[in-house]
């Protein structure tokens, strides 16, 4: 079973997530992302539901046309894990 990251891991961890926010009610880190259109906004999650398929471990999302709201946490772990971290990683090479 994943275990949820302690404080010190939480804090080391979004030191390299600048553009993640931290929800300290959810135990989770979340980011929002804007794209050209509804085209661009859809291919970025099929991106991403790849990744998350492959690593058993799927955000929390939403998509209005061309805006992508995701939150990343672990409900097994009980709050943000290392799985939440990597993924976030992978989805922000995908934008940068």
Request: a negative charge; proline letters at 1%; charged letters at 25%.
């Amino acid at each position: 079973m994943i275990e949820a990251l302690n404080q010190a891991e939480r804090a080391d961890a979004l030191d390299t997530l600048a553009e993640w926010d931290y929800d300290e009610a959810r135990d989770a880190i979340t980011r929002s992302f804007t794209f050209e259109n509804f085209a661009e906004a859809f291919a970025f999650m099929t991106q991403v539901a790849l990744f998350a398929e492959k690593a058993d471990h799927h955000p929390e999302w939403s998509n209005v046309y061309n805006r992508v709201d995701i939150l990343l946490t672990t409900h097994d772990a009980g709050g943000l894990s290392a799985s939440d971290i990597d993924l976030a990683g992978r989805i922000d090479a995908l934008v940068d």
